[in-house]
């Protein structure tokens, strides 16, 4: 299993300004983009500067489309190769072979989040306020989408049907998620939509923990913090049931798939 991680490691490390350099600039031109198009006409969200509440959430948006791309791109390349023969030989578990894969697609969103964010500290003002929820939100979203590469790698047979996962799921939840605006902004129905996006407990939560310090309990699991009137009326009733059920989920579901 450390021999399967470390070649995971190994595969991506070798193309570092590919799978982490290209990632860190693509994130730089998006924060480029929005502020000097709108930066300066936006208004404060919630008395926070629009840049500081864009940063930390191309960070989260990085972290998930790199932990995906990760495990997806790696058993489709095992796959078109035909050596997809050498993970499968060796006396290695499913859990252990699972294992191995979904950390090694992991540590390479991790790897991109941390670049990023040294790369953001030049041009927005990023405050950390909790850093082991951050730590925890960072793992759970990088160990969830290096989880749906894997299924899709598995599932895809070329290269067409793994962009269609690409293209129809992961980017559109991606840039749907909240990372550019706040959905207090949205119509009630698009709200009540919102909330059904994974992808958006975990990039408020990382905008939660940098720019605002909510420690109460339950926003452990609620991330849609914003007291405003349109969103306070679903937060309590619908909201923390969605998070929690999607923490939830997402650890039955790998202990499930280890078996």
């Given amino acids: 299993m450390k ?17 982490i350099f290209v990632p860190v600039i693509t994130t730089l031109i998006f924060l480029a983009i929005f502020t000097l198009a709108i930066g300066a006409l936006r208004s404060d969200i919630n008395g926070i500067p629009f840049i500081q509440f864009l940063a930390p959430g191309l960070i989260m948006m990085a972290i998930l489309q790199n932990s995906f791309a990760n495990t997806s791109s790696s058993i489709m390349g ?4 035909g050596n997809i023969i050498d ?31 040294f790369a953001m500290f030049f041009f927005a003002h990023i405050e950390i306020k909790n ?16 989880s749906i590469g894997f299924i899709g790698g598995i599932w895809a047979e070329k290269n067409e049907q793994n ?20 959905i207090d902004k949205l119509p009630e129905l698009l709200q009540l939509f919102a ?3 994974p992808f958006f407990y975990y990039v408020f939560n990382i905008i939660n923990k940098t720019i605002f310090n909510t420690n109460h309990f339950w926003n452990f ?12 009326k679903t937060k309590n009733n ?22």
């Fill in 3 to 19: 021999t399967l991680y470390l070649r995971e490691i190994n595969r991506f490390s070798k193309v570092y300004v590919q799978t």
């Fill in 131 to 146: 850093i082991y929820l951050i730590l925890f939100h960072t793992l759970s979203a990088s160990s969830m989408m290096a």
């Fill in 78 to 81: 095992a796959k078109m190769q």
């Fill in 87 to 117: 993970t499968l030989m060796p006396p290695l578990t499913p859990g252990e072979t699972i294992f191995a894969y979904i950390i090694g697609g992991a540590t390479r969103g991790i790897a991109v989040g941390i670049a990023v964010t």
């Fill in 238 to 259: 619908i909201a923390s049931h969605i998070s929690a059920f999607y923490y939830y989920t997402y650890y039955i579901y790998n202990l499930i798939l280890s078996y």
């Fill in 195 to 197: 909330l059904f996006n």
């Fill in 221 to 232: 699991f609620i991330s849609c913090n914003f007291q405003t009137p349109n969103i306070q």
């Fill in 163 to 182: 962009a269609v996962i690409t293209g129809f799921i992961v980017t559109p939840l991606t840039f749907l998620s909240g990372t550019f605006y706040s």
